[in-house]
Nanobody, 121 residues
């Protein structure tokens, strides 16, 4: 019903930048909040940033001032601009959207498959 595809991951040197994107497609009725999570090897998945439909944002303390989450409601797309990357940012990044499909007409969470970000020292 709803599919999410992330892109933009890669290998960068510490201090570099990357921009992740996640586009939703399918029979979408509406999308509420959008989120970016990340999971490093051997660690718990953590919420990195979130954004409401109205544009209110929140970030985990470790990325404040370096990452920026944004969205394009017309395209059902969420972005994560990552600047001043650090080795500890290395992880698989996943997007999640709270959405309602036209078929189901019930709000639920949809996840992308993830994109790997590797930051070298």
């Amino acid at each position: 019903q709803v599919q999410l595809v992330e892109s933009g991951g890669g290998l960068v040197q510490a201090g570099g930048s990357l921009r992740l994107s996640c586009a939703a497609s399918g029979s979408i009725f509406n999308v509420n909040a959008m989120y970016w999570y990340r999971q490093a090897p051997g660690k718990q998945r953590e919420l990195v940033a979130g954004i409401t439909r109205g544009g209110t944002t929140n970030y985990v303390e470790s990325v404040k001032g370096r990452f920026t989450i944004s969205r394009d409601n017309a395209k059902n797309t969420v972005y994560l601009q990552m600047n001043s990357l650090k080795p500890e940012d290395t992880a698989v990044y996943y997007c999640k959207m709270q959405a309602t499909s036209r078929e189901l007409m019930y709000a639920m969470d949809y996840w992308g498959k993830g994109t790997l970000v590797t930051v070298s020292s």
